[in-house]
């Protein structure tokens, strides 16, 4: 222990000075920064395979059953490769330091719902990036710099894209309360495609202001190709994310809400239509049937929603009675608004005589709501069809009764 006089010498002497630890965290940082470099392309690639997976599915997510298993190594293997070095950038040495370098999290009171009555088709002005040499960088190409990331927008790009996605996401969580995951995905696929991206760099003038090689083709081309047009579409979408980086890195205390609030009046007319509807009460949730449940006249009556699925099952469906829902060919056709491809759902039926009779078919973004379609197609266009069915059952279900009885 220590004794009393070695105590008094220590306070005296003051508290130990702080070990720097600067350049230890520093020597950490790159560290961790290098190997997640290094394992990019793969983790780019895996996260590729995944989004096809999940479109085949019609789905937001998928589970690890409908996965490969080349795919399910890889991402193991990423993980204990990447994950240390996830955790090795998430410590830092103390509150001042991760105040300097910290991203900027948007605040929920910057992502508010859209107001159908505040809705507007007036485009909003361009906000200022308040560092020139970040607005510079955010409409270069690295090989107009030399190779220099950090004068190029590919960084800025990729940080203005997480951006993107997550604002587009709280607009439509808080928007369309009762909105599907897998609807929710669509809706923010009509926001953050390049397609709608490129249409407002273009409004803007940031392919004017871009310094990239001839090659990309932005200022345009006599003789361009539809290939040539998809490419300087997919440069435009990564020069409008990477002034929007820009525009939020320059300004850590504002960068965020000045962002938030020209994405949601630029957005606010992509949707305009689905956010009225919503507002309005006919928001696109699935087909539905609103059936009204008869009370006492002292009580409301309550509306319950049966999905058009449900009712034809309740209408004809019975023991040894099968309503099955099939893929159909989809003959490249695509969505209207998202310009993604549609699924196509057939619904037939086996039982009283009849084998695989189509009553029905539907189309629509997820294999789920195509079927509901279907099903509905079935009740509104096959009425004699499913009286018919319906009689059958009601006399097969009294036979029954009648020889329990």
Not at 12 to 18: C, E, R, V, Y
Not at 75 to 87: D, G, N, V
Not at 187 to 215: I, T
Request: aromatic residues 6%.
């Amino acid at each position: 222990m220590m004794g009393k006089r070695q105590r008094e010498e220590v306070i005296a002497a003051g508290p130990a000075p702080k070990r720097a630890k600067s350049e230890d965290n520093s020597s950490k940082d790159a560290s961790a920064i290098a190997v997640l470099l290094q394992n990019s392309d793969e983790l780019i690639h895996c996260i590729g395979l995944l989004k096809s997976e999940a479109a085949k599915e019609g789905q937001q997510s998928i589970g690890t059953q409908d996965l490969g298993p080349h795919l399910k190594e890889s991402l193991s293997s990423l993980s204990k490769r990447l994950l240390p070095a996830l955790r090795a950038l998430q410590d830092q040495p103390d509150q001042q330091a991760t105040n300097e370098t910290s991203l900027p999290i948007p605040s929920p009171t910057f992502v508010t719902r859209w107001d159908a009555a505040t809705l507007t088709t007036m485009w909003p002005p361009l906000p200022e990036v308040l560092d020139p040499v970040m607005e510079t960088a955010a409409l270069t190409h690295s090989g107009q710099t030399g190779g220099r990331l950090d004068r190029s927008y590919e960084r800025l790009e990729w940080i203005g894209d997480a951006y993107l996605e997550l604002m587009a996401s709280s607009f439509i969580y808080q928007t369309f309360p009762n909105l599907a995951p897998g609807k929710c995905s669509q809706y923010r696929e009509m926001l953050v495609r390049n397609e709608a991206l490129s249409v407002f760099s273009r409004h803007y003038g940031l392919d004017k202001r871009a310094n990239f090689p001839d090659e990309f083709g932005l200022q345009g081309r006599a003789s361009g190709s539809k290939a040539n047009d998809k490419k300087s579409q997919k440069v435009l979408g990564d020069i409008f994310e990477a002034y929007v980086g820009a525009i939020i890195l320059s300004d850590p205390k504002d960068g965020v809400r000045r962002a938030s609030e020209w994405m949601k009046t630029l957005w606010g007319m992509t949707l305009e239509k689905h956010i009225r509807e919503e507002q309005q009460g006919r928001g696109a949730h699935g087909t539905m049937m609103t059936v009204v449940t008869s009370q006492s006249p002292a009580r409301p009556q309550t509306h319950q929603a049966i999905t058009a699925k449900t009712q034809l099952e309740t209408a004809i469906g019975c023991k040894g009675v099968k309503i099955e829902y099939r893929d159909l060919p989809s003959n490249g056709k695509k969505d209207r608004d998202t310009h993604l491809p549609l699924f196509n759902v057939g619904c037939y039926f086996t039982g009283w005589g009849e084998k695989d009779l189509q009553l029905g078919w539907g189309s629509a973004l997820g294999k789920k709501e195509a079927g509901q379609k279907a099903a509905q197609m079935a009740l509104e266009q096959n009425k004699k069809k499913i009286k018919k069915f319906a009689e059958k059952k009601r006399a097969y279900l009294e036979a029954q009764g009648a020889l329990r009885e």
